[in-house]
């Protein structure tokens, strides 16, 4: 009788021959349980004591294979009181490495948290994403922990293609799917708007990605399987739009933050030299500098904008931009050693996004995006002209933080309701002919 033992190196063979009859059967099976409690822990069909050190962002960071065991489902926030406007879950779990490799003191027994994830920016889970993993308190995921023992930065993250929690694949992953479904025969009719906006956006993300040019939308045709793939994932779909909405936010907040940090770092250095100037060459203040902008020369200060005001003046009804017209306000602070125009000091100025020598006002998108409000800083450029003559304007302004390229009228990507009324126009003009 030949029995075949895995203990994680080459297998080994036991043959029951005479020398061995005195082993019973029992003795048997328990040599054979023991081959596997003592064979190493695998996890995703790899041994995990294949711990390797990552380099993530100049970090050096240890990745540990194990388990993550979900200890905790909790409601947190109703959808009314949500930005995300879903029902906000605190999904916990703990981690058990493999074959007895060590996690940091302070992760040992320590509960974790699974959020989607963007850049540096995270948000609480929805039921539907719940569903979706088929998370539930008790259940074991395969997973990698990454930890590092240098304080100063973020000590520990994972990743788990078993509840995969990156917004831009699990976003994709539902487009693909989706896509395969496109290409059936058995198709139906599509009424747009019977479709949410998620259902809407992940159609068009679909038929790009198939290289379909936008047929549903043209034929009024969508597969049936496609169809229903999308009622399905609704709940879902919308909770991902939600997600990417608040996270786009957050990173332009910590990017805003960023680059008036590094404003400040500028300004700072720049006072300091212009203190050492000043002592080498007995000249009080740094000569102001000028530049070329839409073809006149300004004078160039560098400074901060502080936002004073945002008010609705105009509503899409009545716009000719057909979104709703806020005017933004802002007071400019320039960096010490310059100085701004005795009519422009401690004015408010009106924010515009430009576009081929228009001033178009900023839009809810464009406030959302940038996360836009009374009080707050951004690092900024004026550019003013003593002569009011000598140029169409006496000043203008660009900043990194706060742009004001033209965002409202060319959206990222078409909207169904636009689409859908310019085939209706050329529809009636063709029975009109």
């Known amino acids: 009788m030949a029995i075949l033992c895995l203990s994680g190196q080459p297998l080994f063979l036991f043959i029951k021959t005479r020398a061995t009859t005195c082993m019973s059967d029992k003795t048997i099976l328990v040599y054979l349980f023991l081959c596997l409690v003592l064979q190493p822990f695998v996890v995703d069909g790899q041994p995990d004591n294949d711990v390797r050190d990552e380099i993530i962002k100049e970090v050096e960071y240890v990745m540990i294979k194990g388990l993550a065991e979900i200890t905790q489902i909790n409601v947190v926030k109703n959808a009314t009181e949500s930005e995300l406007n879903y029902d906000e879950y605190q999904v916990l779990f703990r981690f058990i490495p493999a074959n007895g490799e060590e996690v940091l003191k302070i992760l040992a027994d320590k509960e974790m948290e699974i959020k989607i994830s963007y850049k540096n920016s995270e948000v609480a889970v929805g039921p539907a994403f719940i569903k979706q993993m088929k998370i539930k308190k008790g259940t074991r995921y395969s997973m990698n922990l990454y930890q590092t023992r240098n304080i100063n930065v973020r000590r520990y993250f994972f990743k788990s293609k078993a509840i995969e929690n990156d917004l831009f694949v699990l976003y994709d992953l539902l487009v693909k799917s989706l896509c395969n479904k496109l290409t059936s025969d058995d198709l139906t009719i599509l009424k747009i708007n019977k479709l949410s906006d998620a259902e809407q956006n992940a159609l068009i993300d679909a038929e790009i990605k198939n290289g379909l040019n936008n047929s549903a939308l043209k034929s009024r045709k969508i597969a049936k399987s496609a169809l229903q793939f999308l009622h ?202």
Not at 351 to 365: Q, S, T, V, Y
Not at 403 to 422: M, V
Request: hydrophobic letters at 35%; proline letters at 3%.
């Open 232 to 433: 399905k994932n609704k709940k879902l779909l919308h909770e991902y739009e939600a997600a990417l909405r608040v996270l786009s936010a957050k990173e332009e907040d910590i990017q805003r933050k960023y680059e008036l940090k590094v404003q400040l770092k500028k300004e700072k250095k720049a006072i300091t030299q212009a203190k050492i100037d000043a002592l080498k060459e007995g000249f009080t203040l740094k000569q102001t500098e000028t530049e070329i902008v839409r073809g006149c020369e300004y004078d160039v200060l560098p400074g901060l904008a502080e936002v004073s005001s945002i008010r609705l003046v105009k509503k899409g009804a009545d716009s000719k931009w057909n979104y709703d017209e806020y005017e933004i306000l802002f007071r400019f602070i320039p960096m010490e050693g310059h100085k701004i125009l005795d009519n422009l000091k401690n004015k408010d100025l009106i924010f515009f996004l430009h576009h081929r020598g228009e001033k178009i006002p900023a839009g809810p998108e464009y406030i959302k995006q940038k996360n836009v409000k009374a009080g707050t800083r951004y690092a900024m450029t004026l550019y003013q002209k003593k002569d009011i003559t000598a140029c169409t304007e006496q000043y203008t302004y660009e900043s990194k933080s706060l742009s004001n390229d033209l965002f409202e009228a060319f959206p990222p990507r078409p909207y169904f309701g636009t689409l859908k009324a310019k085939l209706d126009k050329l529809e009636q003009e063709n029975k009109e002919k």
